[in-house]
T-cell receptor, first 113, second 116 residues
Framework: NAGVTQTPKFQVLKTGQSMTLQCAQD?????MSWYRQDPGMGLRLIHY???????DQGEVPNGYNVSRSTTEDFPLRLLSAAPSQTSVYFC????????????FGSGTRLTVV | AQTVTQSQPEMSVQEAETVTLSCTYD???????LFWYKQPPSRQMILVIR??????QNATENRFSVNFQKAAKSFSLKISDSQLGDTAMYFC?????????????FGKGTLLTVNP
């Protein structure tokens, strides 16, 4: 059972480039979220989804897009990378209703130069 | 909106001793979950313990236990018999229960160092 798989683990982008961070889970979880982690800031919610075809914005959505075409996948797109998007990104998933919290991927360290 | 506050940016403890990490939260909801996550240097987020707000009994998981004070909106984590492997960043998190809102809100974290 792979859990939540994020790719890539590390990425360096130039300012203005676009890219997609991939996230896949094999636990049939309905809820999926993207967080960014910055020093001294904890984890902040970027976007989340409560099921296929349904997404919503979190606390810091600007500069990011998401879509949820299947239950398993929840990619995060950076449209035009900026140095302020240098961060560690986590994808997480949860089964609605069991209150067991979220299972996290291993994270992607993104540097924008 | 819910907020989670961890007032101790850093703490240290000697191996085998007990340490308590503080967490307070603000919410108008009555039905919710609280969590403590551990993030070791490997960066992986690991669920340590969870508490359901409607349960008065404090949750325990081996050496980890919580002191949940619902009226005071306080949710502290006690680590007994601290081990070197407990060195990590610890995050307190809140999740509302009900409707379609199952978002996690995190505090800023407490860096715990266990000294030999």
């Amino acid at each position: 059972n792979a859990g939540v798989t994020q790719t890539p683990k590390f990425q360096v982008l130039k300012t203005g480039q676009s890219m997609t961070l991939q996230c896949a889970q094999d636990m049939n979880h309905e809820y999926m979220s993207w967080y960014r982690q910055d020093p001294g800031m904890g984890l902040r919610l970027i976007h989340y989804s409560v099921g296929a075809g349904i997404t919503d914005q979190g606390e810091v959505p600007n500069g990011y897009n998401v879509s949820r075409s299947t239950t398993e996948d929840f990619p995060l797109r950076l449209l035009s990378a900026a140095p302020s998007q240098t961060s560690v990104y986590f994808c997480a998933s949860s089964y609605r209703g069991n209150g067991y919290g979220y299972t996290f991927g291993s994270g992607t360290r993104l540097t924008v130069v | 909106a819910q907020t989670v506050t961890q007032s101790q940016p850093e703490m240290s403890v000697q191996e085998a001793e007990t340490v308590t990490l503080s967490c307070t939260y603000d919410t108008s909801e009555n039905n919710y979950y609280l969590f403590w996550y551990k993030q070791p240097p490997s960066r992986q987020m690991i669920l340590v313990i969870r508490q359901e707000a409607y349960k008065q009994q404090n949750a325990t998981e081996n050496r980890f236990s919580v002191n949940f004070q619902k009226a005071a909106k306080s949710f502290s984590l006690k680590i007994s018999d601290s081990q070197l492997g407990d060195t990590a960043m610890y995050f307190c998190a809140f999740m509302n229960r009900g409707g379609s809102n199952y978002k996690l809100t995190f505090g800023k974290g407490t860096l715990l160092t266990v000294n030999p």
